[in-house]
């Protein structure tokens, strides 16, 4: 008969391991706890072995249907761009605006900030809302729920007679965006291996500016129009996302972390066996689930709890100040800026379509950025591209904020800052943009991922407030505003100066770490500059290990059966 025990065994200084008690507490709670470990570190040295190509063949099911998820950020994308854009557009004014006194319409300022607040209101109760969701019923229920709302809630903004019901629409629609700001981040990092992580989720970012970059070309397209299709045409493109994405998501496996956090093993196989290529002989379902139970297990006693409390409590404090602080850099450093190049270009008398079209090119870089950093990922690291990459936009703030110095007749003056700020899109999009989305899905524990991230992101949205109210203080001439201009780059450089110095203290390195590993380098507090090169071995203990024993008793009385059948016989 075998059993389960735990051995003490020699100290190995060489790796870093999960504390005694820690590994104790999971033998007892879990039968069979060391064959488990024994198939887990079988698969996690595999998952460490796999290469990117390796992955993609034996993933691909996993990346399309991660692909297809994450798509739906694209909606959000699109209407960012889509509601501030339609300000300038007269026929939208004469709808919703009021008379002024020169005879033409415009939207009043208080609601120009309830329109813009309102959905971002409603995104942060979407957030809290998927958060609670997604870990009861599950990623895939949330997100066909999400996107059936997302259809029923487009007719109230495209049907609107009034600026009133237009806020309610946007506020409702802001609750399917927030479940899709996170969920689809969550998802991608839970379906795929370590060598596909970051790129699945950085893809996220890719759908963002994507979004943005349809939005631009949509409104271009009507610019031409005078009557009330001009705004209705561009609400009801977004009827084009939902439905066709609700259709796949109906087919789409679970998570199979999910399942196993739900104590589903045997589905957890399925759904995994959904997401790989069948009859690979490289690949064991077994021992992969077996990794995620040792993970699963390893969390419990680290840290039992799945609320939102949780998430402030003992080593997972760190990992969700962590989160917060890595989505915060990418509003603190400068980025509010770089919707505003046409201004610039417009200050410096180009056209107006002119301008727009430099818009859409704007949105363009994104893309090749984002595209651009799957590839540096691979060989830099995620802290490192933060790094650098943040370093690099503040030395981009302070060149925008020494051009500004000039006067504002000073045309070229307008053009170089303008320039500037497109080079600013493409260093953003590179480095902080997309690598954001991956640090945050791989900093968070399984067991807290969905609130981890729900916190940071809803961090990120009320910081955004505030950013969006003092860029507009800024660049608003006065006596209504403070009429810094192109010098409040002065400003944000400082801000992202305060960030370099956090992500050099505080940022840790997950690249080519396993959940497991993740979670024993945060329980054992090691300093996020020592992540990269620390060595592991998460099926260990400091000084005990969970070990298989043979009853030897059991063992001689099973060769006396046999003994005597061979008698018989």
């Not at 969920?183 to 989720?201: D, F, K, M, N």
């Not at 209504?480 to 400003?491: D, E």
Request: proline share 5%; charged share 15%.
């Amino acid at each position: 008969m075998r059993r389960d025990s735990i051995k003490e065994i020699p100290a190995d200084n060489n790796a870093l391991h999960p504390e005694d008690t820690v590994v104790r507490r999971a033998s007892e709670a879990i039968p069979g706890f060391a064959e488990l470990s024994a198939e887990a570190k079988d698969a996690t040295e595999k998952e460490h072995q796999m290469g990117f190509k390796q992955a993609l063949r034996l993933y691909p099911k996993a990346v399309g249907w991660s692909i297809l998820l994450s798509t739906a950020i694209i909606m959000e994308g699109y209407d960012v761009v889509l509601l501030s854009s339609f300000y300038a557009l007269p026929q939208f004014n004469k709808k919703y605006g009021v008379l002024t006194p020169d005879g033409t319409y415009t939207v009043p300022a208080p609601w120009k900030s309830g329109l813009s607040n309102g959905a971002l209101c409603g995104e942060i109760l979407g957030l809290f809302i998927n958060g609670i969701v997604s870990e009861k019923y599950g990623y895939r229920k949330t997100m066909l729920a999400s996107l059936a709302m997302m259809i029923a809630f487009i007719f109230i903004p495209f049907f609107s007679h009034n600026i009133e019901t237009l806020l309610v629409g946007e506020i409702l629609c802001g609750i399917p965006w927030g479940v899709f700001q996170t969920l689809t981040t969550a998802y991608a990092s839970e379906v795929c291996p370590v060598a596909l992580r970051a790129y699945l989720c950085t893809y996220v970012n890719l759908c963002w500016v994507i979004g943005q970059f349809i939005a631009s070309g949509v409104l271009r397209g009507v610019l031409d129009r005078s009557d009330q299709w001009a705004y209705r045409i561009p609400f009801a493109i977004q009827w084009l996302w939902p439905l066709p994405i609700l259709i796949g998501v109906i087919f789409a496996p679970e998570s199979p972390w999910w399942l196993v956090r739900h104590g589903r093993e045997a589905d957890a196989k399925k759904a995994l066996l959904r997401l790989t290529t069948r009859n690979d002989p490289t690949f064991n379902a077994d021992a992969t689930i077996a990794m995620m139970s040792h993970t699963n297990a390893l969390e419990k006693q680290i840290s039992a709890g799945t609320s939102y409390i949780d998430c402030f409590k003992g080593v997972d404090r760190r990992r969700t100040e962590i989160a917060c602080m890595t989505w915060m850099v990418q509003t603190l450093c400068g980025s509010t800026f770089m919707g505003y190049s046409t201004y610039f270009y417009q200050q410096a008398g180009l056209p107006t379509t002119s301008a727009f079209d430099l818009s859409m090119a704007q949105y363009a870089l994104g893309m090749v950025g984002t595209v651009g950093s799957w590839f540096l990922m691979h060989r830099a690291g995620r802290r490192t591209l933060y790094l650098y990459g943040s370093c690099a936009l503040l030395g981009l703030l302070l060149i925008i904020g020494l051009t500004a110095i000039a006067p504002a007749s000073n045309q070229p003056s307008r053009w170089a800052i303008g320039s500037m700020l497109l080079i600013f899109t493409f260093v953003y999009d590179f480095t902080v943009g997309p690598v954001c989305y991956s640090l945050v899905a791989e900093v968070s524990s399984t067991r807290l991922k969905a609130k981890t991230i729900v916190l940071a992101r809803n961090f990120y949205n009320i910081g955004g407030i505030v950013v969006n109210v003092l860029t507009t203080y800024q660049l608003t001439p006065k006596p209504n505003g403070w009429g810094w201009s192109a010098k409040s780059a002065f400003f944000w450089a400082g801000s992202c100066a305060l960030c370099i110095v956090w992500i050099f203290f505080r940022l840790p390195e997950p690249k080519g770490r396993t959940y497991g590993e993740m979670d024993v380098l945060f329980e054992r507090g090691v300093s996020a500059r020592k992540f990269r090169d620390t060595k592991i071995d998460i099926f260990r203990g400091d000084h005990l290990a969970p070990v298989t024993e043979v009853d030897s008793s059991s063992e001689k009385e099973a060769e006396k059966a046999a003994v005597v059948m061979v008698e018989k016989a």
